[in-house]
């Protein structure tokens, strides 16, 4: 099946696409959903405590009993972001990607516990009150998490296909 | 005397078959207009006649004074027997205020409330230490039997393991030494299981049905008064009274109920408290959040899905408010730097998608099967 024909600007419409990708009609409008203003804010929201609690484990702020073992990698380039916007080089958007990147490309751990994504899904699952929060809401950041990711994944496809709109982002 | 009885219980044998609201309000109108007969043979109180529909309340069925106790005796009837003619012609019914009892009986078994729960109060007939704390199940020793705390009626000795089963996960419930358990408390086999024989305190953890008419030697206990006809292990004339009754197992299964006594719960001291104010003045500290959640093994109000997760152990013995602030730290100054670049970043993405005009970008980051 041939790839919908999009703006040339599009780094993905060279590729192969999948058959899922033409198989559903309502993917416009859940698109269109995905990328409503409100919806973004949202999905920030998560990612910015997401971010937050990968710094603070980075930065030994939080105890390892909270946050986990975190990998040596991730802390490295979680003090490289640090520094950028601390410093502001410039290069917040690329050290950003690069530990997001880093993160959801790691290899996840034999009892799935030490990955900082898995961990912070679980404690921020947690209420003030101790107990656990609702399934809808737990669902919630997970899908928003996953989107993080895949926007990850997103943009490392799109930086090595087209270099040259995406300059910055990789060393 | 004994004639009296008989005249007065035909008179209600035919008000349980024949019970109209007219008949019940011509009854009580020409009760009052009666004057009372002492030689009546029925300790009828003088009590003012109440309502039927009153809401019921605990002391509604548990007399304050045994003189004051309507007892009740029926006769001989089977419930497919016709009533014989001379029990029907009676030249006057019972004489002075009908009693309260009277008013609940006046329907064949609508009156019955119930199954709820009481006020689950501890005494040295009940059992239970930390693994069958565990096991959600209490043990009777004086009546040899185990109840489950969360069906609420009597487990089968010969089917622990499956009951608790049904409760617990398969490592909790493999721990147990079953038969142990049985020569413990000798159990009863369910077959082999009979009433108390007298009136007890209810046994805690069993349901509580109200307006249940009871034998007041043996306490045995049924909805329908004309079903004590069949009763008939406590002589030809069956007295019985309407109070709280308790079963072993679920209705649908057995009808075995029998009578208890409940203790009227203590009088609220400040009035204009509800339950969950109570609960919070005698539990004013430790706050929810400041519980440490803890890493629980084999107990029965573990969450399961915490159980599969195992996410437990990553928050054992942490506050909520610990973990509240790990993970939605506000008051950070690094936040504020670190948010723009975030929101940019995501907002970076949407755009890309946005131009690009093409939906395979969309799947790309999971808008497909409606995934947002």
């Known amino acids: 099946m041939e790839a919908t024909t999009g703006s040339s600007n599009s780094a993905l419409s060279s590729l192969p696409s999948s058959d899922v990708a033409h198989s559903d009609m309502h993917t416009s409008d859940a698109f269109r959903k995905l990328t409503a203003q409100g919806s973004v804010t949202g999905y920030a929201h998560v990612a910015i405590d997401f971010v937050m609690f990968i710094i603070a484990a980075a930065t030994a702020c939080l105890q390892p009993n909270i946050t986990g073992i975190i990998p040596e990698e991730q802390k490295r380039r979680a003090l490289t972001y640090v520094h950028a916007i601390t410093r502001a080089t410039g290069r917040e958007g690329a050290c950003l990607h690069e530990l997001l990147f880093s993160i959801f490309t790691h290899k996840m751990c034999d009892d799935g516990v030490d990955l900082p994504s898995y961990r912070f899904l679980a404690l921020y699952s947690i209420r003030k009150d101790g107990n656990l929060d609702a399934a809808n809401n737990i669902t919630g950041v997970i899908s928003k998490l996953v989107y993080l990711g895949r926007a990850a994944i997103y943009n490392s496809v799109t930086a090595r296909v087209n270099p040259l709109e995406n300059i910055g982002f990789f060393e | 005397m004994s004639d009296a009885y008989d005249d007065a219980l035909s008179y209600d044998s035919h008000s349980y078959t024949d019970h109209q609201p007219s008949d019940a309000d011509q009854r009580a109108s020409r009760a009052n207009e009666q004057p009372h007969r002492p030689d009546s043979g029925l300790s009828y109180a003088d009590e003012p006649l109440t309502h039927a529909d009153e809401p019921p309340s605990y002391a509604d069925c548990e007399p304050t004074s045994p003189n004051a106790d309507p007892i009740l005796s029926l006769g001989g009837h089977d419930d497919d027997d016709e009533i014989p003619q001379e029990d029907l ?6 004489q002075g205020p009908l009693p309260p009892s009277t008013l609940h009986t006046t329907g064949e078994c609508g009156d019955v409330d ?50 608790v089963s049904r409760h617990l996960p398969r490592p909790a419930v493999d721990k147990i030494d079953y038969e142990k358990l049985r020569e413990k408390f000798s159990l009863i086999p369910k077959k082999a299981l009979t ?82 104010n109570l609960l919070k003045n005698k539990y004013p500290d430790p706050l929810p959040g400041q519980t440490p959640i803890t890493l629980t093994e084999h107990v029965r109000d573990t969450n399961p899905f915490l159980a599969r997760s195992n996410w437990a152990r990553i928050f054992n013995g942490l506050t909520g408010q610990e973990v509240w602030n790990a993970v939605r730290a506000d008051n950070d100054d690094l936040r504020g730097s670190v948010s723009p670049s975030v929101k940019r970043y995501i907002q970076d993405v949407n755009t890309k998608l946005g131009d690009s005009g093409c939906d395979n970008e969309g799947s790309a980051i999971g808008s497909y099967y409606g995934f947002v």
């Open chain 2, 89 to 94: 012609a009676i030249d006057q019914p019972p």
């Open chain 2, 114 to 163: 119930g199954p709820f729960d009481i006020p689950m109060i501890w005494d040295e007939r009940s059992f239970q230490d930390n693994e069958m704390s565990a096991l959600g199940i209490i043990a009777h020793p004086e009546l040899k039997i185990l109840t489950c705390s969360t069906c609420k009626h009597v487990i089968d000795p010969d089917e622990i393991r499956k009951h």
């Open chain 2, 195 to 276: 009433i108390p024989g007298s009136i007890i305190p209810a046994i805690p953890t069993l349901h509580v049905y109200r307006n249940l008419a009871h034998c007041t030697q043996c306490g045995y206990a049924v909805k329908n008064p004309r079903s004590l006809h069949r009763h008939t292990t406590c002589g030809e004339k069956v007295r019985y009274r309407l109070g709280y009754a308790q079963a072993y197992f679920p209705k649908e299964n057995h009808g075995g109920f029998f009578a208890v006594t409940i203790t009227e719960p203590p009088p609220n001291p400040q009035p204009g408290l509800n339950l969950l």
